[in-house]
């Protein structure tokens, strides 16, 4: 049975290298504004199936408000952050979605945090 020596490597398929090089390359092409609003979207569409909105017969046993407070956190920090870089003609209907999203937060709680302390509150001040 052999060994293999110090200087063995792992295998890479021959195109692997290229195909990093094309992906950077694709990634260097794509606007700021488009990579942070496909980020953004991502999480908005996360958040609403973890407050149960999917439109999937199974909606209710996706609901994870924990997950879901951490969702929409990480986007009102996103969103604030971003506005002033994307403008507002992107940044308001992301503001929009995140409210909205803030707000069926609300409503899908037990217990309704106080105002101000609700997910991404710390960020985007009170909703009501």
Same mark, same amino acid.
């Given at each position: 049975? /052999?060994?293999? =020596?110090?200087? *063995?490597?792992? &295998?890479? %398929?021959?195109?692997?290298?290229?195909?990093?090089?094309?992906?950077?390359? =694709?990634? /260097?092409? !794509?606007? %700021?504004?488009?990579?942070?609003?496909?980020?953004? !979207?991502?999480?908005?569409?996360?958040?609403?199936?973890?407050?149960?909105?999917?439109?999937? =017969?199974?909606?209710?046993? @996706?609901?994870? @408000?924990?997950? #879901?407070?951490?969702?929409?956190?990480?986007?009102?920090?996103? !969103?604030? *952050?971003?506005? $002033?870089?994307?403008? *507002?003609?992107?940044?308001?209907?992301?503001?929009?979605?995140?409210?909205? @999203?803030?707000? #069926? &937060?609300?409503?899908? *709680?037990?217990?309704? =945090? #106080?105002?101000?302390?609700? $997910?991404?509150?710390?960020?985007?001040?009170?909703?009501?």
């Amino acid at each position: 049975m /052999s060994t293999p =020596d110090n200087n *063995s490597h792992v &295998f890479e %398929a021959p195109d692997a290298k290229a195909d990093v090089t094309q992906q950077i390359r =694709d990634i /260097s092409e !794509v606007p %700021a504004i488009e990579v942070i609003t496909t980020a953004a !979207v991502h999480l908005m569409s996360a958040a609403a199936v973890k407050l149960g909105l999917a439109a999937e =017969d199974n909606a209710e046993e @996706l609901k994870d @408000l924990d997950e #879901a407070r951490k969702l929409i956190t990480a986007l009102a920090g996103l !969103v604030t *952050s971003a506005a $002033p870089e994307i403008g *507002s003609q992107h940044a308001g209907p992301l503001r929009d979605g995140l409210r909205s @999203l803030q707000l #069926a &937060f609300r409503e899908e *709680s037990i217990i309704p =945090d #106080a105002p101000g302390k609700g $997910p991404g509150e710390k960020y985007t001040g009170a909703v009501n």
